[in-house]
């Protein structure tokens, strides 16, 4: 969650982040979003997230790519996708 509320907070153009699931960057071309609003939408996708696995009963493999997913998919702007090596 500090990467996208840092992300906001300054806002970078472009920030990539290497995990051990590889190496992913995030850009944003939308409007304003405070560092707080940002952190709200990343715990609301995670509740989503956590409360979909539980209707589902499917294991959350990846919360964190999972949370990624999701709010790349209703920000509008925000383009997260894994970079290829």
């Known amino acids: 969650m500090e990467d996208f509320r840092t992300f906001f907070e300054y806002q970078l153009k472009r920030l990539e982040v290497v995990s051990g699931l590889g190496r992913y960057s995030m850009e944003y071309d939308g409007g304003f979003i405070t560092k707080e609003n ?3 939408k990343y715990i609301e996708s995670g509740d989503k997230v956590l409360t ?34």
């Open 38 to 40: 940002a952190k709200m």
């Open 52 to 85: 979909n696995a539980m209707k589902t009963s499917k294991a959350i493999q990846y919360k964190q790519l999972d949370i990624m997913n999701l709010l790349n998919k209703t920000i509008q702007g925000l383009r997260f996708k894994k970079v290829k090596s």
